[in-house]
């Protein structure tokens, strides 16, 4: 019997179960679509898995570290002496993953010296390690305590949910830096005089550039996140998909975001790792993939896009970014950014990634194995992500 090229989610789910799923990776799937076409890439085809492995500045976690006896309503909370948001409720706390350690070279301002914040908890706390929280409080009469002070563990704390608002963009800047001296910024450093070009996308094998208009992503969308299960529980701050798309329906410029959770306690250190940016702060590294189940041949279409289908904006981290201008100097492809150089006004321009392209298969290739094996189902979402601008 031929397998159908229009399927829905609760459809493939079966078939994993069953056994009989077909799951390639994205860049197997621009190749199976380049060969056989959209349609009978759609007909062979029931998922095709994502992946994407880079600073993700907006990431944190939520934690809870447990009640003391007697009880303290914590209104200052540190973690390795990284401070966290305690204005929840007596011992939550929400730590980011950009927030720099309270003693950190950072505060003095010295490009070059390691930078140690909250992404680097979050590692630490993942990787089995003890952290050391000192709380302090007010006192009331229902919690007294004004102080706590313990070394504790992931495998301690009652919960501890990865909670990051905003991840997985769809597309962003390539940064270049025009002015006459480095500068120092959240996309590495730039030299002077356009002396290097960065990025930060995995290109074809990025979740939002398989899937451009969210027909299958939303509110209970299942992922690998942190190198387990985790979840889109929402449209990611920023979230702005409602730029200029090329024909395929890839955003142009930076569009559509992803909120995701997931349990911490599940997740590893190979795929949250915090990261020190010379001369401008602290992040984390996030391992984030998606599944696209290919619903019919557009489907398959969308996720056949290859990178040099992809397209990008040059803009200038120098001068008109700062400003709040984001003027194009040129546009180029992915393809052209993972060749190693582009051409912009002329000038050829060395291509540095932010993106680990390597993980990123890695993570494609693990949530393939997930899926096969019938331990990974699809989740459906209860509605997709919006495509037109939320908030401002």
Partial sequence: MARPVKKTIQEINARIKSGDVVVVTADEMTRIVKDKGAAAAAREIDVVTTGTFAPMCSSGAMINFGHSVPGIKASSVLLNNVPAYGGLAAVDCYIGATEPCL??????????????????????????????????????????????????????????????????????????????????????????????????????????????????????????????????????????????????????????TMWVMGDMKLMSPRWLVGVSIQGYGCSMAVGLGVPIPILDEEMARYAGVSDDEIFTQVIDYGEAYPNGHSESLAQVSYADLKSGAITVQGHTIHTVPLSSIVRAREIAGSLKRWIESGEFLLGEPQFTLPMEHVGG
């Fill in 103 to 256: 003693d950190d070279p950072l505060n003095k301002v010295y490009p070059g010296e390691f930078i140690y914040g909250g992404g680097h908890v979050i590692q630490d706390l993942v990787a089995g390690k003890s952290v050391y929280l000192k709380a302090t409080a007010y006192g009331t009469d229902c919690y007294p305590n004004r102080a706590v002070d313990k070394k504790l563990t992931l495998a301690e704390l009652p919960n501890a949910v990865l909670c990051n608002p905003r991840n997985g963009y769809q597309n962003y800047n390539v940064a270049v830096n025009s002015t006459n001296k480095t500068i120092y910024t959240y996309m590495g450093t730039l030299k002077p005089k356009m002396g290097n070009a960065n990025y930060c996308s995995a290109g074809e094998l990025s979740p939002l550039f398989n899937d451009p208009y969210y027909r299958t992503i939303g509110l209970g969308t299942r992922i690998f996140l942190g190198g387990a299960v985790g979840y889109v529980t929402w449209h990611g701050t920023q979230h702005k998909p409602a730029v200029a798309r090329a024909p395929n329906g890839t955003p142009l410029r930076p569009a559509g």
